[in-house]
């Protein structure tokens, strides 16, 4: 009983999180703190030691996610000349950008190495009974998080992907309101790209 509050909770946190993250909102990130907390608990009750662990790494990339929007500005001539114009030198709101050509090999090795080695992990030392399967939606995971905090648009990519093998992967397990939180995820991640899209030629 104490579970299904948990997961129910957790889903409805998530639904203001996708929401947040759909309108490319800061306050998203207060979310992403309470939203692994609560399923820290859930995914290791139910055997998912992966997306247990990825929890964790959530909590963390959060807080990042969070300094980084609120605080950190990328350079250039286009963020120069609107600030001339408006004779303001307060920081601008963090634009949003496509993810740098050299970040994709250094991305794509850390989804090899995490997708192994987390699988790895899962065979030799846990009970879990979807080590491969758990371990892709951990490592993609892993990724598009990093992307989301840099706010790089192509992190919808990684996320519908994700969202799609994860509302299998929770009916196999019986999450029922997770899986259907994933099935809405998978939908309104679509949505969420050309969301993000359409804001970046406002801000250009």
């Not at 946190?13 to 979310?31: F, P, Q």
């Not at 399923?39 to 055997?47: L, M, P, S, T």
């Not at 790089?152 to 899986?179: M, N, P, R």
Request: glycine residues 6%.
């Amino acid at each position: 009983m104490e579970m299904n509050f948990l997961e129910i909770f957790g889903t409805i946190v998530g639904l203001v999180y996708l929401w947040l993250e759909y309108r490319a909102s800061i306050y998203l990130w207060i979310a992403g703190i309470i939203m692994p907390a609560i399923y820290i608990f859930v995914y290791y009750k139910a055997g998912l030691y992966a997306d247990f662990g990825i929890n964790i790494y959530y909590l963390i990339a959060a807080v990042y996610g969070w300094f980084f929007w609120m605080w950190g500005q990328r350079k250039g001539k286009q963020t120069q000349s609107a600030n001339a114009e408006t004779g303001d030198d307060k920081p601008k709101a963090l634009p949003i950008v496509h993810t740098p050509w050299k970040c994709y090999l250094p991305l794509l090795l850390i989804f090899i190495v995490a997708f192994i080695g987390i699988a790895w992990i899962l065979i030799e030392y846990t009970d879990s009974n979807v080590p491969w399967l758990d371990s892709f939606t951990t490592a993609l995971s892993i990724v598009g998080m990093w992307m989301l905090a840099r706010k790089y648009i192509e992190q919808w990519f990684a996320w519908i992907l994700v969202d799609i093998v994860c509302c299998g992967l929770y009916i196999y397990k019986d999450l029922y309101f997770t899986s259907a939180l994933y099935g809405l995820y998978s939908i309104i991640a679509i949505f969420g790209y050309f969301k993000w899209k359409k804001l970046m030629s406002i801000q250009q």
